[in-house]
C-alpha cells in the first residue's frame, strides 16, 4: 500500500534527480595516462608499490619498468623523481610512453589545433575502420571517423615530430577506448551496440619537466635486461593465457595502421605472431628464470595476484607463486608483501579472498 509518505519521499528523489540532471556537464578537454581501460592495471595499487619500494630500498634512482602496460607504474616512479626505463612488446603502449615520458619538444597549440579539427570534422565516406569494425566495436560514425582520423596522421607525418604524432594517435586510442562496445579489451565486442556516445579526441596533460633522462623500448623483455641495467626492476608479466596482443589486437591495428586482414568473429588481425609472449604459454616459468637470472640491478619487484586456479579457462596461472620465490632466490633474498585487492574479470566470475602480492628480492652482490 501506498502512504502520503511514500509519494512524498519519491517526489522528492525525482526533484532531486531533476536538479543534478540540469546542472551542465563539464566538458573534459585532457586526459591522463590512467584515463583507460586496461586488463591487470595497477592504477589502484601505485600506493601499496610505492609504499614498499620506500621502505624496504635504498638509493633507488632508476626505475626500469619493463612490462609497462599502459605506463601508470612507471608515471608514479616519474613522478617521485626517479629516471625512468619504459617497455612494452605493444607498439600501441610504445607510442603511448612517447607521449608520456618524452622528453622531445612539442608544439602543443599544433596539436590543439589539430584534434579539435579532428572532432569537428564529418566523415560520410567508407574506410578500413568502418568497413571492419563498424557496427560491432563501434557506431557506424565513430567507425569512419577513426578511420579518417588514422588515416590523415599518416598524412600528416612528414610535418610532425615522431612525439607528436605518438600524442596524436594515443589520443585516438583513448577516445576509442571511451566509445568502444566492450568490457574493456577487444576479445569481443558486446552483443547490443549500446555504446553510443560520439567520438571525442582529448589533449594529454603532458609534463616535460622530469622526462630528461627517461629511456623507451618496445622490445622483447628477456632480450632488453641484457642491455640494460637500473637500481629497481619492477616486473608485472602476465601470467595467464590471455595473450595481450590479442586483448587489444583492435587498439594495435589502429597504432600501426598496416590495414591488415582481419579474420574470425573478433575480426583480429591475421599477423599477430611479433606480439605473442611466453609468459602465456607453459613456458612462462622458464621465460622467468631466464629474465631474472640476466638483471643487473640491485632490486627485483615482481607483481603477482593470487588467482591461481580461482579463475577459470585463460585466467588460471601459468606461473605459481612458489615457483616465483624460487627463482628470485637464486639471486638474493626475498621477502613478500600483500594487500587485499578486488579483482577484475572479464565476466561474471566473483573471485573470494583475491590479494595482490609483491616480491621484493634484494639481489646479492
Same mark, same amino acid.
Given at each position: 500500500?501506498? /502512504?502520503?509518505?511514500?509519494?512524498?519521499?519519491?517526489?522528492?528523489?525525482?526533484? @532531486?534527480?531533476?536538479? *543534478?540532471?540540469?546542472?551542465?556537464?563539464?566538458?573534459?578537454?585532457?586526459?591522463?595516462?590512467?584515463?583507460?581501460?586496461?586488463?591487470?592495471?595497477?592504477?589502484?595499487?601505485?600506493?601499496?608499490?610505492?609504499?614498499?619500494?620506500?621502505?624496504?630500498?635504498?638509493?633507488?634512482?632508476?626505475?626500469?619498468?619493463?612490462?609497462?602496460?599502459? @605506463?601508470?607504474?612507471?608515471?608514479?616512479?616519474?613522478?617521485?623523481?626517479? #629516471?625512468?626505463?619504459?617497455?612494452?612488446?605493444?607498439?600501441?603502449?610504445?607510442?603511448?610512453?612517447?607521449?608520456?615520458?618524452?622528453?622531445?619538444?612539442?608544439?602543443?597549440?599544433?596539436?590543439?589545433?589539430?584534434?579539435?579539427?579532428?572532432?569537428?570534422?564529418?566523415?560520410?565516406?567508407? *574506410?578500413?575502420?568502418?568497413?571492419?569494425?563498424?557496427?560491432?566495436?563501434?557506431?557506424?560514425?565513430?567507425?569512419?571517423?577513426?578511420?579518417?582520423?588514422?588515416?590523415?596522421?599518416?598524412?600528416?607525418?612528414?610535418?610532425?615530430?615522431?612525439?607528436?604524432?605518438?600524442?596524436?594517435?594515443?589520443?585516438?586510442?583513448?577516445?576509442?577506448?571511451?566509445?568502444?562496445?566492450?568490457?574493456?579489451?577487444?576479445?569481443?565486442?558486446?552483443?547490443?551496440?549500446?555504446?553510443?556516445?560520439?567520438?571525442?579526441?582529448?589533449?594529454?596533460?603532458?609534463?616535460?619537466?622530469?622526462?630528461?633522462?627517461?629511456?623507451?623500448?618496445?622490445?622483447?623483455?628477456?632480450?632488453?635486461?641484457?642491455?640494460?641495467?637500473?637500481?629497481?626492476?619492477?616486473?608485472? /608479466?602476465?601470467?595467464?593465457?590471455?595473450?595481450?596482443?590479442?586483448?587489444?589486437?583492435?587498439?594495435?591495428?589502429?597504432?600501426?595502421?598496416?590495414?591488415?586482414?582481419?579474420?574470425?568473429?573478433?575480426? #583480429?588481425?591475421?599477423?599477430?605472431?611479433?606480439?605473442?609472449?611466453?609468459?602465456?604459454?607453459?613456458?612462462?616459468?622458464?621465460?622467468?628464470?631466464?629474465?631474472?637470472?640476466?638483471?643487473?640491478?640491485?632490486?627485483?619487484?615482481?607483481?603477482?595476484? *593470487?588467482?591461481?586456479?580461482?579463475?577459470? @579457462?585463460?585466467?588460471?596461472?601459468?606461473?605459481?607463486?612458489?615457483?616465483?620465490?624460487?627463482?628470485?632466490?637464486?639471486?638474493?633474498?626475498?621477502?613478500?608483501?600483500?594487500?587485499?585487492? #578486488?579483482?577484475? /574479470?572479464?565476466? #561474471?566470475?566473483?573471485?573470494?579472498?583475491?590479494?595482490?602480492?609483491?616480491?621484493?628480492?634484494?639481489?646479492?652482490?
Amino acid at each position: 500500500m501506498w /502512504t502520503e509518505e511514500h509519494v512524498k519521499e519519491i517526489s522528492n528523489i525525482i526533484k @532531486g534527480k531533476e536538479v *543534478n540532471l540540469s546542472i551542465p556537464a563539464i566538458k573534459n578537454t585532457k586526459f591522463n595516462i590512467n584515463n583507460r581501460r586496461y586488463l591487470g592495471s595497477k592504477y589502484k595499487l601505485l600506493n601499496f608499490i610505492s609504499k614498499v619500494v620506500e621502505e624496504n630500498c635504498e638509493n633507488v634512482h632508476t626505475v626500469a619498468d619493463i612490462f609497462g602496460g599502459t @605506463g601508470v607504474v612507471a608515471d608514479r616512479f616519474k613522478a617521485e623523481g626517479k #629516471k625512468i626505463i619504459v617497455n612494452d612488446i605493444l607498439y600501441s603502449n610504445y607510442l603511448s610512453y612517447w607521449t608520456w615520458f618524452s622528453s622531445e619538444e612539442v608544439d602543443y597549440k599544433k596539436l590543439e589545433n589539430i584534434i579539435k579539427d579532428f572532432n569537428n570534422v564529418v566523415v560520410t565516406k567508407e *574506410n578500413y575502420v568502418s568497413k571492419h569494425f563498424g557496427g560491432t566495436y563501434f557506431t557506424e560514425d565513430n567507425a569512419r571517423k577513426i578511420g579518417y582520423i588514422r588515416e590523415c596522421i599518416e598524412q600528416l607525418s612528414d610535418s610532425l615530430t615522431f612525439r607528436e604524432k605518438a600524442i596524436l594517435i594515443t589520443s585516438l586510442l583513448y577516445a576509442m577506448d571511451k566509445v568502444a562496445n566492450t568490457v574493456g579489451h577487444y576479445d569481443a565486442y558486446r552483443r547490443k551496440l549500446d555504446s553510443l556516445g560520439k567520438l571525442n579526441l582529448l589533449v594529454p596533460e603532458i609534463d616535460g619537466i622530469k622526462n630528461q633522462e627517461n629511456k623507451i623500448y618496445q622490445k622483447d623483455a628477456n632480450i632488453l635486461v641484457r642491455e640494460i641495467s637500473a637500481d629497481l626492476f619492477y616486473i608485472d /608479466t602476465p601470467y595467464n593465457s590471455r595473450q595481450y596482443g590479442d586483448a587489444y589486437h583492435l587498439l594495435e591495428n589502429i597504432a600501426e595502421w598496416k590495414e591488415q586482414e582481419v579474420v574470425g568473429v573478433a575480426k #583480429k588481425m591475421v599477423d599477430r605472431a611479433h606480439i605473442k609472449s611466453d609468459y602465456c604459454t607453459q613456458k612462462a616459468p622458464k621465460a622467468f628464470e631466464d629474465l631474472v637470472s640476466n638483471i643487473h640491478g640491485k632490486y627485483i619487484l615482481v607483481s603477482y595476484n *593470487n588467482m591461481a586456479e580461482k579463475g577459470v @579457462g585463460r585466467s588460471n596461472a601459468k606461473i605459481s607463486s612458489e615457483e616465483i620465490v624460487e627463482i628470485l632466490q637464486k639471486r638474493g633474498e626475498v621477502q613478500v608483501f600483500e594487500t587485499d585487492f #578486488k579483482v577484475y /574479470t572479464t565476466g #561474471k566470475t566473483n573471485i573470494e579472498g583475491h590479494k595482490e602480492l609483491l616480491y621484493l628480492c634484494k639481489i646479492d652482490g
